[in-house]
């Protein structure tokens, strides 16, 4: 299974993106997906996860509300839609993904993609 990542860009507060993480591999389907982010500076913290199994999702409360977290089994894609970006989400943006463990944690993932930078300005 590989990951790549896209979608990010420069934008202003207030503005919205839309993260896309293409998923090689035929078992995509039965993968936890989870985003993370790393700022500068910083350790990488959880953002947004999606289940595999029924499709729950799970969110920082930093991004409750704005965030959304989706995925397309059929084109083995997770999107990470971003509302309302703040200069805070400034940040290098990861998806994973896990067979099990916890979805919070970024030791339950064994696969990462390359990150994509996201740049809020104010």
């Known amino acids: 299974v590989q990951l790549q990542a896209s979608g990010g860009g420069l934008v202003q507060a207030g503005d919205s993106l839309r993260l896309s993480c293409a998923v090689s591999?035929?078992?995509?389907?039965?993968?936890?997906m989870g985003w993370f982010r790393q700022a500068p500076g910083k350790e990488r913290e959880f953002v947004a996860a999606?289940?595999?199994?029924?499709?729950?999702?799970y969110y920082a409360d930093s991004v409750k509300g704005r965030f959304t977290v989706s995925r397309d089994n059929a084109k083995n894609t997770v999107y990470l839609q971003m509302n309302s970006l703040k200069p805070e989400d400034t940040a290098v943006y990861f998806c994973?993904?896990?067979?099990?463990?916890?979805?919070?944690?970024?030791?339950?993932?064994?696969?990462w993609g390359q990150g994509t930078q996201v740049t809020v300005s104010s």
């Open positions: 591999g035929r078992t995509f389907s039965r993968y936890n």
């Open positions: 994973a993904a896990a067979r099990s463990g916890s979805v919070f944690s970024p030791d339950s993932y064994d696969k």
């Open positions: 999606i289940t595999w199994a029924l499709a729950n999702t």
